[in-house]
C-alpha cells in the first residue's frame, strides 16, 4: 500500500520492523559485500539491532531522535569493562544507516533518519611533555649505551622514535622533511642549556 507524505514523495506504509528489514537487507544485499564487511554488518546487526528496542519499531516509525537515542546509548554501553570507543560508534550507526539507506532507495521510507545524527567525537590523547628534569635522569641512565645519541635527539627535538629510527649514519644526519614539523637537531648550546646539572 503507498502513501503521499508532506513532500510529494509516495512511500510504502508496511509495517515491517527494522529488525525484520536489516534481516531482509543481508539477504538480498548482504552478499555483494566483502567478505569481512559482510560479517562484521551481522555481528552489528545482531548485538545492536536485533536485541535494541529500535529493531523491534516499525521502519515508518523511526525518527531522527530515536537513533540519536539509539547513538546515545551506545556511546555509553559498556563492553568487557570498558565504553565502547568513538569509532566503534560510528561503525554501529553506518550499518545502521546503510539497512535505513537501502529502506528508502526501495521505496519503504522516505528519507534516511539515521542521516543528520552526531556521532560521538574520538578524544585526542593528551600529550606527556618530559620535563627537563625527568630528561636528565633518563640520558643519565642511558649514558653510555650505544643509544644515547637517540634518547639524546628524543629530549631534544621533541622527534618521534620513527623519526629518530628514520636518521643515517654515524653522524646522525636527518632529513628535517621527515620530522615532526619540520623538527631540527639542536645546537650544542641549546642541548648544553637544556641538560645543565
Known sequence: MLATIPRGEVVATTTITLRAWAARCLEVFGPSLQDDTRRSYVSAIHHHIDNDILGGMALRDIRPSHVQAWVNNRTNQRHKDAPLSPKTVKNLHG?????????????????????????PQARK?????????????????????????????????????????????????????????????????????????
Open 95 to 119: 550499518v545502521l544507516s546503510w539497512v535505513l539507506h537501502l529502506a528508502v532507495t526501495e521505496g519503504m521510507i522516505a528519507s534516511n533518519p539515521a542521516a543528520n545524527v552526531k556521532l
Open 125 to 197: 590523547p593528551q600529550r606527556k611533555v618530559m620535563t627537563p628534569e625527568r630528561a636528565r635522569q633518563i640520558l643519565e641512565l642511558a649514558e653510555g649505551s650505544p643509544d644515547y645519541a637517540a634518547y639524546v635527539l628524543a629530549a631534544t627535538t621533541g622527534m618521534r622514535r620513527s623519526e629518530i629510527l628514520g636518521c643515517a649514519g654515524t653522524a646522525l644526519i636527518c632529513n628535517p622533511a621527515h620530522t615532526q614539523s619540520g623538527a631540527r637537531l639542536p645546537s650544542t648550546r641549546r642541548a648544553a642549556s637544556i641538560f645543565e646539572r
